[in-house]
């Protein structure tokens, strides 16, 4: 893929990388996703997703060349499965996919039931639109 994106960048087209962070999913490796993606000589620019005010002075941080440290992350007792709603397609991939059946439709929106959700993952690689957070 770096090849191809490379490739595109060196013939004149602009390349931009989207959810550095897949959703969420690599905020415990927050340093290593970013610096990932700022590395590539041909990426052009980058799109990133916030959610919560934490997720908006983490990325300033980042951008600004500084480390984020443990005591800067997010706690994770703190954190919560959030769907955005605007983006889903309700394909309930998610929905099928959940093993603490956390996740349903109400009121014509994919709810989250955070008593039952323990924040395992599963349901955020299966959707095909990338709505699934965790912050």
Do not use: W
Not at 119 to 134: A, D, E, N, T
Request: aromatic share 6%.
């Amino acid at each position: 893929m770096s090849s191809a994106l490379k490739y595109a960048h060196d013939s004149g087209k602009a390349v931009y990388a989207m959810k550095p962070l897949a959703g969420g999913n690599l905020i415990d490796d927050i340093n290593e996703a970013f610096e990932f993606v700022l590395n590539k000589e041909f990426i052009d620019s980058i799109a990133v997703g916030m959610v919560a005010k934490e997720e908006v002075d983490l990325n300033l941080k980042i951008f600004a060349g500084e480390k984020i440290t443990e005591d800067m992350k997010i706690e994770k007792e703190k954190k919560k499965l959030t769907i955005l709603n605007k983006l889903c397609i309700k394909c309930l991939k998610c929905i099928e996919t959940c093993p603490n059946y956390a996740l349903s439709i109400v009121d014509d929106k994919v709810t989250v039931d955070h008593e039952k959700c323990i924040l395992c993952g599963y349901c955020s690689p299966v959707c095909p639109q990338f709505c699934i957070r965790i912050t």
